[in-house]
């Protein structure tokens, strides 16, 4: 086709014909733009339909953004995006309690300017701030961090959020604080846990199996090289590390370690044991002694199970 006017009139006749039959729809989700582009070619379209999707935090893997059930009809506040280890601890911290006046949603950069999605508060910006027995931090997006901060208990952790009422208004953004009972601080989550820390508030009530399913969400991120393990490998690595980490620091080394021996030995040793038979097994350092139980042994087993 040769670039004309008669073909820029028949571009702006198809536009005209698709939102003359969306206007027929009543309803539309359409971003400012494009209804402020139908309203110059004289057609009255009704604002998007006003709903969002309820914030979700995002997992590392992926990096993606899932949205959540529908929210319309209801107080609503517009949350900013940041890496999921950030969002993870938010989300988490937001269960415990409603502090911010309305649900969390998703942000659509495209609606504003419609007049509903400019009058909902939103957040600009968050950043958690730690106390500990020898100072005072703030983490958010990119932010440095001690150079000798470790995992452990710390003294109190809390989310503030800078929220604005309107976004027109010209006021000054207002700080909520909210109480975090948890956050992971990785400097590496491609690889593993060895250089991310996790701070526990002195309340933190989590179980070892939710904190290593969060350090999945929050640090996960599986190597691509051709080179690489397979995915599945790889995840399922990553998961026994972190349900490793988790125990360590929820439960102590003893117990870490022997849960650790308890799960390579159901993953890597049960299977070759007889059906219905019992082995006992002795190891010290490299040295490992097996024989097989007798009745009695069997039962005891059995019934330790």
């Known amino acids: 086709m040769v670039q004309n006017s008669a073909l820029d009139a028949l571009r702006e006749a198809c536009e005209a014909a698709i939102f003359r039959t969306i206007a027929r729809e009543g309803h539309h989700r359409l971003s400012y733009t494009q209804w402020l582009r139908a309203r ?7 604002e998007a ?22 929210i319309a009809g209801e107080p609503m506040i517009i949350m900013p995006t940041q890496s999921a280890n950030i969002e993870q601890c ?41 106390e500990t027995d020898d100072e005072t931090f703030h983490y958010d997006e990119g932010a440095s961090v001690p150079e000798d901060l470790s995992s452990g208990r710390v003294g109190t952790i809390t989310l503030e959020l800078a929220a604005r009422a ?11 604080a909210l109480p975090a009972d948890m956050l992971i601080v990785p400097t590496d989550c491609r690889s593993d846990l060895d250089d991310v820390a996790i701070l526990l508030g002195t309340d933190c009530a989590i179980t070892p199996g939710e904190l290593a399913s969060l350090l999945e969400a929050s640090c996960f991120w599986p190597n691509e090289d051709c080179d690489a393990d397979s995915h599945y490998t790889q995840q399922a690595a990553f998961e026994m590390q972190a ?63």
Do not use: C
């Open 49 to 70: 339909a006003p709903f969002l999707h309820l914030w979700t935090p995002r997992i590392a893997e992926t990096n993606d953004i899932f949205p959540g059930e529908r």
């Open 166 to 176: 309107t976004a027109d208004s010209e006021e000054p953004a207002d700080i909520l």
């Open 243 to 305: 349900r490793f980490a988790a125990n360590m620091l929820l439960l102590g080394e003893d117990a870490a370690v022997l849960e650790r021996v308890r799960e390579a030995m159901r993953q890597h040793v049960t299977w070759l044991i007889p059906k219905d038979r019992a082995i006992s097994m002795h190891a010290v350092n490299h040295l490992v002694e097996a024989v097989f139980a007798d009745n009695d042994d069997a039962l005891s087993v059995d019934a330790a199970e």
């Open 90 to 130: 938010v989300n988490r911290a937001l269960k415990s309690g409603d502090g911010l006046g309305g649900s969390p949603v998703r942000a659509m950069p495209e609606f504003a300017g419609y007049g509903w999605y400019n009058a909902l508060p939103r957040v600009l910006g968050l950043s958690f701030q730690v």
């Open 40 to 46: 110059d070619l004289g057609i009255s379209l009704p």
